[in-house]
């Protein structure tokens, strides 16, 4: 079983309205998810997030916590404050009757 994982971000609309973004070029977001312009949210594949265990930021390209920001992001733009917890980065594949998963921290990220 062969799982590759990467993502790069299609971050230029945001590069251009002058939103702040990471090395890699994903979209810098606080707990709220709200971007370097307080009126503009970002969620998804797209956005780097605080990272919960060792701080600093992370990227978590996966449908679940994309669609857990997804309604984070609708919350506050409906005037609520709903912070963001955060996301290990969990991953499970299954072909056939196989299945395997990935969470945790990389060596070099420890």
Do not use: W
Request: glycine share 12%; charged share 20%; proline share 6%.
């Amino acid at each position: 079983v062969l799982m590759c994982v990467g993502v790069k971000p299609n971050s230029e609309i945001a590069k251009n309205a002058g939103l702040e973004t990471g090395q890699r070029g994903h979209i810098i977001v606080d707990k709220f998810l709200r971007t370097s312009d307080p009126d503009v949210y970002a969620a998804g594949d797209v956005i780097e997030i605080p990272d919960p265990i060792l701080g600093g930021s992370i990227t978590v390209p996966l449908a679940g916590p994309a669609n857990r920001q997804a309604r984070i992001v609708a919350d506050n733009m409906l005037g609520r404050s709903v912070k963001y917890p955060g996301s290990f980065g969990a991953s499970i594949i299954k072909i056939g009757s196989l299945t395997a998963a990935s969470v945790g921290l990389t060596e070099r990220r420890l």
